[in-house]
Nanobody
Framework: QVQLVESGGGLVQAGGSLGLSCAASGSTFSIYAMAWYRQAPGKQRDLVASISRIGITYYADSVKGRFAISIRNDKSTVYLQMNSLKPEDTAVYYC??????????WGQGTQVTVSS
């Protein structure tokens, strides 16, 4: 199994910024894509942003222009820069990694809370 460890969550005021990192460790695997999802209470887990191994990015409409996803260094770490945060961004954020065998790995989640 692959361990994904998220960091960078916390409490921030509306209009502020946070950066989330997700580092993969454990079994060796080939990364096809990395992504961030989020889940608010009473709602399903939704895709926030993703990036493929060749650098193709996707952003949910709700975060376009505010969030930026990138892959760092050895391509085992995915980073999400979140700017101009809004209270509706409050959720548990989950890191997702897909390998070349189309297997998904998930982090445990990190809480992001945006106050008014």
């Amino acid at each position: 199994q692959v361990q994904l460890v998220e960091s960078g969550g916390g409490l921030v005021q509306a209009g502020g910024s946070l950066g989330l990192s997700c580092a993969a460790s454990g079994s060796t695997f080939s990364i096809y894509a990395m992504a961030w999802y989020r889940q608010a209470p009473g709602k399903q887990r939704d895709l926030v942003a993703s990036i493929s191994r060749i650098g193709i990015t996707y952003y949910a409409d709700s975060v376009k222009g505010r969030f930026a996803i990138s892959i760092r260094n050895d391509k085992s770490t995915v980073y999400l820069q979140m700017n101009s945060l809004k209270p509706e961004d409050t959720a548990v954020y989950y890191c997702n990694v897909r390998d070349t065998d189309d297997k998904d790995y998930w982090g445990q989640g990190t809480q992001v809370t945006v106050s008014s």
